[in-house]
Nanobody, 119 residues
Framework: QVQLVESGGGLVQAGGSLRLSCTAS????????MGWFRQAPGKEREFVAT????????YYADSVKGRFTFSRDNAKNTVYLQMNSLKPEDTAVYYC????????????WGQGTQVTVSS
């Protein structure tokens, strides 16, 4: 069983920065596609960033491109989301996701960490 634990959320003023971490246990993430998603109150969960285990490519939502940076440290079994130039509209619960298997059929989510950006 894979467990994902996010940390690093908090309250920050607009223009500030936060770094989220997601540490996996139960399986190494080196073979997983890892991603960050977020869900604001009253809205559906949306994609933020993802890193492919096979291609090594990283993809970002247009709304965070140029401000957020995804990174992974396979030795620590951890992925990060560096968030700069935060905006009030970035306020959400941020979730980490790990997908294993040829078609990503083994799908795991963390419990989420709250990010609140004040104006």
């Amino acid at each position: 069983q894979v467990q994902l634990v996010e940390s690093g959320g908090g309250l920050v003023q607009a223009g500030g920065s936060l770094r989220l971490s997601c540490t996996a246990s139960g399986r190494t993430i080196s073979s997983a596609s890892m991603g960050w998603f977020r869900q604001a109150p009253g809205k559906e969960r949306e994609f933020v960033a993802t890193s492919s285990a096979t291609t090594g490519n990283t993809y970002y939502a247009d709304s965070v491109k140029g401000r957020f940076t995804f990174s992974r440290d396979n030795a620590k079994n951890t992925v990060y989301l560096q968030m700069n130039s935060l905006k009030p509209e970035d306020t959400a619960v941020y979730y980490c996701r790990a997908r294993f298997g040829a078609t990503g059929e083994y799908d795991y989510w963390g419990q989420g960490t709250q990010v609140t950006v004040s104006s």
